[in-house]
């Protein structure tokens, strides 16, 4: 059955506070002493990095959900100069190629064709005005364009940190699983005469097994 890494966490932790109450007398300079302070570091790292992840988590997501208004406001922007260049058309034939619909459009698509429309709209100012679109409505692009930008930069460079901070914290859990294993062996061995010392190893490196899912009826 596998083991979750949270188990093996706790695992870790217990290990470590049964080095200062139960095994304070570990030898100095011992291959048990090292590896016991090595794990320590490593799983510093790891909780370190286990913060940092959990973070940045909410920092991509609340970008994402800002890259969402953001998207739906740049929308609704180049949506209505379309559909209004499309009203325009009727007295000014072609005036609708200058505003295409953003239906359909990936977020790269929808970037360009704001970037290329926001100036001819400003440009064009007196014509939508004149069908009832307000100046501030029109001079919006620009601020709505980089607002759309912010929200791309914001959740890319959350989600490299996060990337970073995984990377960092699956090194550590390598090394503390290598100086964990050091460690165990270590005391078993110099302490194997010393009978309460083995009992009080075994409950602090105890992993705690993960439940089976209960299978429904209609899995059974």
Do not use: C
């Amino acid at each position: 059955m596998p083991y979750l890494q949270k188990n093996i966490n706790d695992m870790y932790r217990r290990a470590l506070a049964a080095l200062t109450t139960e095994f304070a007398d570990l030898p100095a300079g011992s291959l048990g002493a090292e590896a016991a302070e090595e794990l320590r570091t490593a799983f510093a790292v790891i909780e370190e990095k286990s913060s940092a992840k959990t973070n940045l988590d909410g920092t991509a997501q609340e970008g994402t959900a800002q890259r969402t208004i953001a998207r739906r406001n740049l929308f609704d922007y180049l949506k209505t100069l379309a559909a209004t260049a499309n009203t325009i058309s009727r007295r000014q034939p072609g005036f609708d190629q200058l505003f295409p619909s953003p239906n359909g459009k990936n977020d790269r698509e929808l970037l360009n064709d704001a970037r290329a429309a926001a100036p001819v709209a400003v440009a064009k100012k007196a014509d939508f005005v004149r069908y009832g679109l307000k100046d501030a409505f029109i001079q919006s692009g620009v601020d709505l364009i980089a607002a759309f930008e912010a929200s791309f930069t914001a959740t890319d460079e959350a989600l490299a940190s996060r990337g970073a901070a995984v990377g960092s914290k699956r090194e550590a859990v390598e090394d503390a699983d290598d100086s964990f294993d050091e460690l165990d062996r270590f005391i078993r061995n110099h302490y194997r005469d010393q009978p309460e010392k083995i009992a009080a190893w075994k409950i602090a490196s105890h992993i705690e097994r993960t439940p089976k899912k209960k299978k429904t009826e209609t899995e059974v």
